[in-house]
């Protein structure tokens, strides 16, 4: 792997970087370690406006799963994400909407952005929205969905926002567990030309439900009235209701001066569901000092981000990546950045140079996955394309392998952009490693290096399977060794606290310190394994949990597992990933049926479409293999090792290490002998 000088080989970048040179990097990333309430003191002055100054920097600790920064401040979202821009540039561009429809993209100033969210705050405050209360936002990638999601911290609520591909159950899921009054929504949505039923589908979802107090639906497309019911007293077009208090409506004065809500830097900002290994989806929170502050000093130093440039993220609003890095960081940074609600061969597979091209990106942000996806049409769709307006290329979400690096770098960046492979997770709220354009070293492959207050240690321990090859001693579960080699893999984990750490899970503050912080105290537990390399650098190896990245989107198997169950013939299920050339990862599920006596082909089908409606679109299986039994321990524990190693065509039962040990070791053959079949 060559690692690449950074000063002759790129669009100089060096001129006007956010940071000098690598040596800068240097000695602000060891203050961040050193010395991290002198750092974030500075930070958060230059990065955030404070309606009152703190003068605590940080409390707590990972042991006590008790961290808070700049606990006695007070800032408004509304000031620091438009407000502030509004009055220095009201005419230019904030956010860039480039619709399914090509033809629908529009442009919103900040004056526009500004007006929007006020009145879509008023709107809320009418309707009874309270500080604290949860708003659930179900709405594709598009301006009203940001609007919304302003609004909420306009009047002090929190928002959790819903991939809108997710089905009823997965929404009904999250409202109960969020307890959430508020729904903003969509009547319609277009995904690739074709129209999705949004209010249909939360309908299904709060039928029963008779806590929510009100559903907002805004006409994404016009003309749609027959396609979903209204309920009175409950459900409000939102188009006609938002004009009600503009001039000349029915609510023209009702908090025609409506002030934004002045936040404490730990408050909520947002909830947002992911998935982990066990149960069903937990809700990170994240707050709104430390978590604005990260958010806006990672996209500056990350995308070299400057004034005027105009920077675009591919990814859905629904995900870390669009509340960080398409609305927060962007916003704080006073950056135009790009909605994207479409797909990258819709209506064309030259979609994304087309937009590349077509808005002038300084910065595109995307997964390998869509990388790979597009990587498979060749580089013929480039050719009318200069992509000459692009300086940063970056990539999140799983790791870039080699082939994928090399093709983007040269195709896409010309070999004259930086690729920064950004490594994070929804729980880190912001970037943890990447390179740094113009600063730092690349290397194909890796993330290369911590950003500031990061401090990555790979750990060893000998309780984890994934170890046992490093011919470990057996440990107790409390013992760890620090590995302080280069040129060594171990468990990722981050030693220490950051602004911008998730501060617990929504009602299970111990599930939150059992997942991350007690395996190992003192440290935060990424879930993932990685690679140091002979020069310091961080390769992301994967999961090291029950936990799917599908393409980059993350699933935990025995979600996908309860799923299945659903299904009542069937009496056990084991789901384990396995490497596929575009995703990533794909679903492989074994099941096992009550009665064996039906129509196979059509037993598959049932549980793809189950898999399906009660998750999404996304956790269709590639496979499905029925067996009589699954290799378990003595314990009843589903032996996925053994699983994983078949899924990856590893028939050699003899490499599967010990199965006398099973219950039920026979079943193994059978199992072999079924997946060998599929190939
Ligand atoms: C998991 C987190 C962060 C937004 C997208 C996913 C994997 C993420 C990388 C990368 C290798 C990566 C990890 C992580 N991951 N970025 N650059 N290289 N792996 O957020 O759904 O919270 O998933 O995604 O496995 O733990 P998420």
């Known amino acids: 792997m060559t690692s690449f000088d950074c000063k002759n080989k790129f669009k100089p970048l060096t001129e006007g970087t956010y940071l000098k040179n690598a040596e800068e990097y240097k000695r602000l990333y060891k203050q961040s370690i050193e010395d991290p309430n002198a750092f974030w003191y500075e ?21 006590q799963g008790n961290v808070k920064y700049f606990e006695d401040g007070y800032l408004n979202v509304y000031q620091n994400c438009v407000l502030r821009h509004k009055e220095k540039k009201p005419n230019d561009v904030a956010l860039i909407y480039e ?10 100033t900040w004056l526009e952005l500004s007006e929007q969210v006020q009145l879509y705050a008023r709107v809320l405050k009418h309707l009874g929205v309270k500080k604290g209360d949860v708003v659930t936002i179900y709405m594709s990638t598009s301006p009203e969905a940001v609007y919304a999601m302003l609004a909420c911290s306009y009047v002090g609520a929190i928002h959790s926002v819903i991939f809108g591909g997710f089905s009823s159950e997965a929404i009904k899921a999250r ?14 949505a277009r995904r690739r030309g074709k129209l999705v039923p949004m209010k249909a589908t939360v309908d299904r979802a709060i039928g029963g439900l008779d806590f929510i107090r009100s559903v907002l639906v805004d006409e994404r497309v016009s003309n749609m009235k027959d396609q979903f019911e209204m309920k009175s007293n409950r459900d409000i077009d939102l188009k006609p209701f938002v004009s009600e208090f ?8 009702e908090n025609a001066d409506l002030q934004a809500m002045s936040m404490n830097a730990e408050d909520p900002l947002f909830l947002l569901y992911t998935s982990g290994s066990t149960g069903k989806p937990k809700a990170l929170i994240h707050t709104t000092g430390g978590y604005l502050l990260n958010a806006a000093l990672t ?10 440039d105009r920077y675009g993220c591919m990814a859905d609003l629904g995900w870390i990546t669009g509340h960080t890095y398409i609305v927060y960081a962007p916003l704080v940074n006073g950056t135009t950045t790009l909605l994207f609600e479409s797909t990258p061969d819709y209506p064309r597979i030259t979609r994304y140079w087309e937009v590349i091209d077509k808005w002038g990106l300084t910065q595109f942000y995307t997964s390998p996955t869509a990388v790979r996806f597009v990587m498979t049409y060749g580089t013929e769709p480039l050719k009318d394309f200069s992509l000459k307006s692009l300086r940063v290329i970056g990539s999140v979400g799983e790791p870039i392998g080699v082939e994928a690096w090399n093709w983007y770098f040269k195709n896409v960046g010309k070999s004259k952009c930086y690729l920064v492979d950004t490594y994070w997770m929804t729980e880190s709220g912001a970037i943890m490693i990447s390179a740094i354009p113009g600063v730092t070293t690349l290397k194909r492959g890796s993330a290369t290096l911590p950003l500031f207050g990061i401090n990555p240690q790979l750990l060893l321990n000998g309780d984890n399977p994934q170890n046992q090859e490093l011919n470990l001693e057996k440990k107790s579960k409390k013992q760890f060794l620090e590995i302080a080699e280069n040129s060594q893999s171990g468990i990722l984990t981050i030693k220490g606290h950051w602004p911008s750490i998730t501060r617990t899970i929504l009602g299970n503050h111990k599930r939150y310190l059992d997942t991350y912080l007690n395996p190992y105290p003192g440290y ?16 992301i190896k994967g999961r090291i949990d029950d936990v799917l990245n599908v393409s980059a989107h993350r699933f935990g198997t025995s979600e996908l597992e309860s799923a299945i169950t659903l299904h009542p013939n069937t009496v056990e299920v084991a789901v384990v990933g396995m490497p596929h050339k ?25 549980l793809k479409v189950l898999l399906q409606k009660t998750i999404s679109k996304v956790a ?35 490499t599967y290490g010990d199965l006398s040990t099973l219950l039920n070791p026979d079943s193994v053959k059978q199992i072999v002998q079924n997946v060998k079949k599929l190939f």
Request: charged residues 35%.
């Open 43 to 63: 930070k958060a002055q230059e990065f955030l406006t404070w309606d009152k100054s703190f003068t605590t920097i940080s409390s707590g600790t990972l042991k």
């Open 99 to 108: 619709a399914d429809d090509p033809e629908d993209a529009r442009t919103i």
């Open 175 to 188: 409202v109960l567990d969020s307890k959430s009054r508020f729904i903003v929504t969509q009547n319609l």
């Open 246 to 253: 503009q001039k000349g409506g029915k609510y023209e004065n």
């Open 299 to 308: 996209h500056k130093t990350v995308f070299d981000i400057r004034e005027g």
């Open 524 to 539: 935060f537990l990424t879930g993932d394994s990685a690679y140091r390399d002979m020069d310091g650098l961080y390769f």
């Open 582 to 606: 575009i995703k990533g990862e794909a679903i492989f599920v074994f099941c096992v049926l009550k009665d064996k006596r039906v129509d196979e082909k059509k037993t598959k089908n049932e």
């Open 620 to 654: 269709t299986p590639e496979h499905i293999v029925l067996v009589d039994s699954l290799p378990k321990t003595r314990s009843g524990k589903i032996m996925r090792r053994i699983l994983k190693k078949i899924v990856t065509k590893n028939y050699e039962i003899s």
